[in-house]
């Protein structure tokens, strides 16, 4: 939601580029910004974004990842990645713990510009 992503969101539309953002995203940028301000951006993207959501299965293998690797990454970290990976789509992060995790294929947000 910084300028960065905003950015990038950007440089996404010109090139007609897809974003997949899945309810799990969401239910994450609710812990720091409002409903609005999410709407909002997301809103502003429409065109753009898909919103995706999860099934119980994606739930519980990244629950079952999350336990047997000791709780060594964030538990939604890994939902991610299992969501990126079902929909054959690279996970934009700058978060190096991703490749760690080694579930989806990772990009940092500056090299797909």
Not at 75 to 85: K, N, T
Request: hydrophobic content about 40%; aromatic content about 16%.
């Amino acid at each position: 939601m910084g300028e960065f992503a905003f950015q990038f969101l950007r440089q996404c539309r010109k090139r007609k580029d897809f974003v997949i953002v899945s309810t799990a995203v969401k239910k994450e940028l609710l812990d720091y910004y409002s409903l609005e301000r999410v709407t909002q951006v997301f809103s502003s993207f429409k065109g753009i974004i898909i919103e995706v959501g999860y099934f119980k299965e994606q739930s519980e293998e990244a629950f079952n990842f999350w336990v047997n690797n000791n709780k060594k990454f964030p538990f939604y970290d890994v939902l991610h990645s299992i969501i990126a990976r079902d929909h054959k789509a690279v996970l934009i992060t700058r978060d190096r713990h991703f490749e760690e995790i080694g579930i989806a294929e990772c990009s940092l947000p500056e090299d797909t510009l």
